[in-house]
């Protein structure tokens, strides 16, 4: 195990899908299901899962004594304020932690082999931010080092860590990751989701 957080932002009102997209079935388990099997299989630790709307018909869905769950009051406010919450929290459960990975529970095809390349860029090179390239664009699952910890906290309203990406553009390496531009927002996107699916077994 690394010296690594993992935060998963997990709070949103999927108000664009009209149903917790966290509890949408994917393959035999749930949404959350799987982001949180895919983050224990990497070498990242603790596992910490920021959760708001929803909470209590998520937990359960969480059958990991690995993570630590977190509840966002402040989610009417943006995702801001679950970055803030997640570091925070793992600023209690680890003081030492080098450096955290953020990523979100709606990019289904996400993998642990990419969380560890992250890790793995960011260990070899020593460049403090290591972000995910899809669709020309820099965005999550991306890692920053301790040095970023207080920035990611003082984001505000609706910027998230992609904010503190393009700021510090130069302090940043890229990992390919084609698959992260495919995220869930609508019923369409899970429509096509589960066709991608039933595709891959034929």
């Given at each position: 195990m690394s010296n690594i957080g993992l935060i998963i932002l997990a709070a949103g009102a999927s108000t664009r899908m009209g149903t917790p997209k966290q509890l949408l079935r994917y393959g035999e388990q749930s949404l959350i299901g799987h982001v949180v099997q895919v983050a224990n299989a990497s070498v990242c630790h603790p596992i910490i899962?920021?959760?708001?709307?929803?909470?209590?018909r998520i937990k359960p869905e969480i059958n990991s004594e690995q993570v630590h769950i977190v509840e966002n009051p402040l989610l009417s406010e943006g995702i801001s304020t679950s970055i803030r919450v997640g570091i925070e929290a793992l600023n209690i459960i680890n003081k030492e932690a080098k450096a955290v990975v953020l990523?979100?529970?709606d990019q289904p095809f996400i993998s642990p082999q990419l969380i560890n390349q992250l890790v793995e860029v960011h260990e070899t090179t020593l460049k403090p931010i290591v972000a995910s390239q899809y669709a020309d664009t820099l965005g999550v699952p991306a890692l920053f080092n301790r040095t970023f910890f207080a920035k990611l906290t003082t984001l505000s309203g609706t910027d998230g860590?992609?904010?503190i990406i393009k700021k510090y553009l130069q302090?940043?390496?890229?990992?390919?990751?084609?698959e992260g531009v495919f995220d869930l927002d609508t019923p369409d996107d899970y429509e096509q989701l589960l066709l991608k699916n039933s595709e891959v077994r034929i």
């Open positions: 899962v920021v959760l708001g709307s929803y909470a209590e990523m979100v529970c860590a992609r904010h302090e940043v390496l890229a990992v390919p990751f084609p």
